[in-house]
T-cell receptor, first 110, second 115 residues
Framework: SQQGEEDPQALSIQEGENATMNCSYKTSINNLQWYRQNSGRGLVHLILIRSNEREKHSGRLRVTLDTSKKSSSLLITASRAADTASYFC??????????FGKGTRLSVIA | SAVISQKPSRDICQRGTSLTIQCQVDSQVTMMFWYRQQPGQSLTLIATANQGSEATYESGFVIDKFPISRPNLTFSTLTVSNMSPEDSSIYLCSERLAGAYNEQFFGPGTRLTVL
């Protein structure tokens, strides 16, 4: 079963705007990872944030983690049409496999 | 990260038949997993592929339906047995090194359609 939930389930924005997706989870974690998936293809790893980190950046991506609220957010700044995809968060603790949230479908309109 | 390849990339199969999906990783990794993604859904873990021993299955998945092999550290197979249309999904192989803070990577997936 899924560890957590992403919201919104779907998001539609104009090119150049920022997109924010949220993820909540239920149990304690070691790390949280964000992935992108284009049209049912393989998953692309975006970023990993450790449980003792609060914020992490990678290019136009900014991820925050609040372990007290068991939540994370992914911000994509200055979005592009090529950012159109589904975004998933996933968590694990120790050597357990990743457990995925339900994902957010992002549409960026040119 | 290791490069992960899967074969076949897609297949269309008849009900009642079986399909074996191969996963090859280009470096020795500790942990390999198989996930299923049903249409429009998120990823669900099928099992952890253990090298040289039986796979560890998640609730709802059984060895008779999804036999898994992992003869060495770089190769694993997943068989979808006695298929029905409900098995139509994307099947993804995944790997990572042991440890609490290692990234987990995914293969390109195998898109299976069962008629």
């Amino acid at each position: 079963s899924q560890q957590g939930e992403e919201d919104p389930q779907a998001l539609s924005i104009q090119e150049g705007e920022n997109a924010t997706m949220n993820c909540s989870y239920k149990t304690s974690i070691n790390n949280l990872q964000w992935y992108r998936q284009n049209s049912g293809r393989g998953l692309v790893h975006l970023i990993l944030i450790r449980s003792n980190e609060r914020e992490k950046h990678s290019g136009r991506l900014r991820v925050t983690l609040d372990t007290s609220k068991k939540s994370s957010s992914l911000l994509i700044t200055a979005s592009r049409a090529a950012d159109t995809a589904s975004y998933f968060c996933a968590t694990n603790s120790g050597n357990t496999p990743l457990v995925f949230g339900k994902g957010t479908r992002l549409s960026v309109i040119a | 990260s290791a490069v992960i390849s899967q074969k076949p990339s897609r297949d269309i199969c008849q009900r009642g038949t079986s399909l074996t999906i191969q996963c090859q990783v280009d470096s020795q990794v500790t942990m390999m997993f198989w996930y299923r993604q049903q249409p429009g859904q998120s990823l669900t873990l099928i099992a952890t592929a253990n090298q040289g021993s039986e796979a560890t299955y998640e609730s709802g998945f059984v060895i008779d339906k999804f036999p898994i092999s992992r003869p060495n550290l770089t190769f694993s197979t997943l068989t979808v047995s006695n298929m029905s249309p409900e098995d139509s999904s994307i099947y993804l192989c995944s790997e990572r090194l042991a440890g609490a803070y290692n990234e987990q990577f995914f293969g390109p997936g195998t898109r299976l359609t069962v008629l």
